[in-house]
């Protein structure tokens, strides 16, 4: 199926690494011209480095701190220089983990800052040429947390959940101006963040790693964790023209981990 993505720019949040590096390369082997932004440039550098020549021609690399509103306005004024960008995948990091009693005011607001207003900015300047252009893409990472809450990830839950109101309401915004809006919510995918993650209920319930990734698994009807590379064709799907009629929409990624219809 061809996806209609050669003649596009994407840009990619938080593409040094996981969800995002897999999204960024999909994006790549579908002909697309590529803005890959994160923190760390040397990670996004070196994956860049191993393409093809024309491929890796096709890929820019630029500096992103969600947490800084004005490192968010120097890409973005880095990208409406170039053309913008047809296709926005907003994806950034998750908080620490914790429960809700206890969690300070500052770590609520400091989160909602990063994960959620930052890009709530970055999608409101980046979104008037798509709509000049009448054509569109804005894919959101979420997390299935915004279904069902994933125990002892508070903040992530939270923020999440109100990012994806966001979300929601700007598709009904934009939807007749051929723009399509849409989340994607990644269940239990093999990645540093899931790794981590791991680790912590490890440490927590004094278990060892490779036995809380045994009851992970023994949870996802499909009895194993997904790739990055699974999750980056549901995205890339959305982000071409085939997806035209699908916006407002909250798509799970989850092995079929979130039991609810």
């Known amino acids: 199926m061809d996806l209609g993505l050669s003649d596009k720019r994407v840009l990619v949040l938080g593409a040094s690494k996981g969800l995002g590096q897999a999204i960024a390369l999909a994006m790549v082997a579908e002909g697309a011209t590529v803005m890959a932004a994160a923190r760390s440039v040397e990670r996004i550098e070196a994956w860049r480095g191993a393409l093809p020549p024309e491929a890796a021609a096709r890929v820019s690399v630029h500096e992103v701190d969600l947490a800084e509103i004005a490192s968010v306005d120097r890409l973005v004024d880095a990208v409406l220089a170039a053309g913008g960008a047809n296709v926005l995948i907003n994806n950034g990091g998750g908080p620490a983990p914790g429960g809700v009693v206890g969690t300070p005011t500052e770590a609520w607001n400091k989160g909602f800052a990063s994960m959620a207003a930052s890009l709530f900015h970055l999608t409101d300047r980046l979104i008037k040429p798509m709509i000049e252009k009448r ?127």
Request: hydrophobic fraction near 40%; glycine fraction near 8%.
């Open 135 to 261: 054509w569109g893409r804005i894919v959101t990472i979420g997390s299935s947390g915004i279904e069902q809450p994933i125990p002892n990830l508070a903040i992530s839950n939270a923020i999440r959940a109100s990012v994806a109101g966001w979300s929601k309401s700007l598709a009904n915004e934009v939807a007749e101006h051929g723009i399509t809006v849409n989340m994607v919510l990644p269940g239990r995918v093999a990645t540093e963040r899931v790794e981590s993650l791991d680790q912590n209920r490890a440490s927590k319930t004094n278990q060892s790693i490779d036995a809380v990734r045994l009851q992970s698994r023994a949870e996802i009807p499909a009895k194993r964790y997904g790739t990055p590379e699974e999750f980056a064709a549901v995205v890339t799907f959305l982000a071409g023209t085939p997806a035209s009629y699908v916006t407002g929409s909250m798509i799970r990624v989850d092995g079929g981990a979130i039991r609810s219809i």
